[in-house]
């Protein structure tokens, strides 16, 4: 006969205690690992067996800019405007450009350097200047 009533009743008498389907958790996923013993001598780890931290695989160098448009430049006040300065790297050919403009990039698409000579600017490469 019980005499008392347990404390904590999470789950008590339900058939799955919270994992879905009465299959579920019974395989090697759901088992306790031992953690313990790799956080305790973390450390060391860091300090003698580097190698087991590198990085896998393969990585891409990303040297991908941001871009503007033409119409982001059109709404810019001035004569020449330097969008290096702004964070841009690239200027693409999305929109018109209503003025002559002298725009400074690091690079240009091929529409966007026509579009802004045949505008009466001109487009100047960075690395050219």
């Known amino acids: 006969m019980r005499r008392f009533r347990r404390k904590i009743s999470k789950h008590r008498g339900s058939r799955h205690v919270g994992r ?32 087991r931290f590198h990085a896998k695989g393969f990585v891409r160098k990303t040297t991908r800019g941001r871009a503007i448009n033409l119409s982001g430049i059109n709404a810019m006040a001035g004569n020449e405007i330097d969008v290096t300065t702004l964070g841009y790297s690239k200027v693409l050919s999305g929109g018109k450009l209503g003025r002559a403009v002298n725009v400074v990039a690091r690079s240009f698409s091929k529409p966007a350097a026509e579009k802004i000579e045949q505008a009466g600017g001109k487009a100047i490469v960075k690395g050219e200047i």
């Open 20 to 51: 879905g389907k009465n299959k579920r958790g019974r395989g090697k996923g759901s088992r306790m690992t031992n953690k313990r013993v790799f956080h305790t001598n973390i450390q060391h780890y860091f300090r003698h067996e580097p190698e």
